[in-house]
């Protein structure tokens, strides 16, 4: 099962992912690919920010079956990476509504 934490505090963000879905076999599990796509789409969108200087990143640590980014965002930015992040975590929740054997979503965030 994956585990995904999302968690805002004031102009910090915690994005941490740990474990596999377990849906199929490896290169045969939708739901792996699924949250895969959505985990690079963030960290894409953090690096992009973070290139503007729009965002700082903390931490940020990619392993197998591990993601782990903390970012602090810049005051004018905040409504934007809001919406990003909206759409990220809409991603998530549609997948661990459809895959809650798989997919386990765990957020402080309730609506941005």
């Known amino acids: 099962m994956t585990h995904i934490t ?5 102009n910090r963000y915690s994005i941490k992912l740990n474990g596999h879905a377990n849906y199929a076999p490896n290169g045969q599990d939708i739901v792996c690919a699924a949250t895969s796509m959505i985990t690079f789409m963030l960290l894409q969108m953090i690096d992009n920010m973070n290139a503007r200087n729009e ?13 782990d980014i903390e970012v602090s965002v810049g005051k004018i930015y905040q409504d934007y990476f809001d919406t990003v992040l909206d759409v990220i975590l809409t991603g998530y929740k549609l997948l661990s509504n459809k895959y809650p054997n798989n997919i386990f979503l765990e957020t402080d965030i309730n609506s941005i």
């Open 6 to 10: 999302v968690n805002k505090k004031s």
């Open 55 to 67: 965002v700082s990143i903390i931490t940020q640590k990619q392993e197998d079956g591990f993601v």
